[in-house]
């Protein structure tokens, strides 16, 4: 039977940004930046109560259809309680649009909201971080954004259904429903995130729409190689990077509609520095080990990017 939560319970979540693929890791790869979002919930009597502040403020729906409200009742209703009212304040800081998952870091923060007021309900309710990770992602409908938002670092990411090609060893699940599954990497210390930040905004629905149904083998399994090869750069041997990020799946086939991203990976990788397009784009995402040079920096201010050096995140965190 469904709880009702007291008026009065609160929760506050930072959440961090996020960087997907990393350059081969298509779906799979992601790291999370320490670009916050900040989201703070107060049950109420009765209602909805929705205030934005920074990042997308004029452009986001203030009411029940904000991704955040939604995530919140989903987190709420995934532990099995109710609130009569909610007060939500959400200040932004990720940039919307720009491939540093704006939309992930929106339904991570949401779901931990509304878990972490169940919880206070009933510590019996608290959900760990797999159950996150699976929330999340069944948003997004790929983890690779979500689980870097809620478990910090550098993650590594997948899905398993009970379909008899994906399912191997594992326990098959239902009706061919999805389970989503992710797993920490310890960063290399010497690893130096940065990214190009462009005034423009891309669709990831139209980026995404971009990519062939199929690829030739041979690009499947440089890519397969590639990713590979950036698990052991991007945690013990940063001398790879280079190598590592190269890609043959998406980012050459996205590169019509980012002309200005594609352009700069291909300066940053000419002067040594393993860059490739942060998820969908535009933003780009260098991968340094040491300072960003002052006249990549200036050159890059010149053409309209805006250039951070934000290093990695922890996952999100409730007070």
């Known amino acids: 039977m469904t709880r009702t939560l007291p008026a009065g319970s609160a929760v506050r979540v930072r959440v961090p940004a996020s960087t997907a693929n990393l350059g081969p ?15 703070e919930v107060r049950t109420t009597d009765s209602g ?13 729906p203030w009411g029940p259809s904000h991704l955040v409200v939604r995530a919140i009742e989903r987190g709420l209703e995934a532990a099995g309680v109710w609130a009569d009212g909610l007060d939500v304040v959400c200040r932004n800081v990720i940039p919307h649009s720009r491939g540093l998952g704006s939309s992930a870091s929106a339904v991570v923060g949401g779901l931990a909201a509304g878990c972490a007021l169940a919880a206070e309900l009933d510590s019996a309710l608290r959900v760990d971080a797999d159950r996150l990770v699976q929330l999340a992602s069944e948003f997004e409908g ?7 938002s809620v478990l910090g670092g550098i993650v590594v990411s997948w899905t398993e259904t009970d379909r008899a090609a994906d399912a191997g060893a594992e326990i098959a699940v239902p009706d061919h429903g999805r389970v989503y599954r992710a797993v920490r990497l310890q960063p290399h210390p010497d690893l ?3 990214v190009l930040i462009p005034q423009e905004r891309s669709s990831t629905a139209h980026t995404r729409g971009l990519l062939p149904e ?11 190689s590639r990713a590979a090869l950036a698990v052991v750069a991007l945690t013990a041997r940063p001398d790879l990077l280079m190598p590592a990020t190269a890609d043959r799946l998406h980012q050459a ?7 200005l991203s594609t352009a700069w990976i291909q300066r940053l990788r000419a002067a040594g520095i393993a860059a490739t397009v942060s998820g969908a ?20 201010a010149a053409d309209g990017l805006r250039v951070l050096e934000p290093g990695l995140a922890e996952g999100v965190l409730v007070d």
Not at 142 to 148: F, T, V
């Open 25 to 39: 890791g298509f779906d799979s790869l992601g790291m999370a930046l320490a670009i916050y979002d900040e989201i």
């Open 48 to 60: 909805l109560n929705i205030r934005v502040e920074g990042e997308g403020a004029d452009d986001v």
């Open 142 to 148: 790929h983890p690779d954004n979500a689980a870097a």
């Open 192 to 194: 130096r995130p940065v």
């Open 214 to 224: 199929t690829v030739p083998h041979g690009d499947a399994a440089f890519n397969v």
């Open 253 to 259: 086939q996205r590169a019509p509609a980012l002309p």
């Open 281 to 300: 784009g535009p933003t780009v995402l260098a991968l340094c080990t040491s300072e960003f040079p002052a006249d990549l920096r200036e050159l890059a």
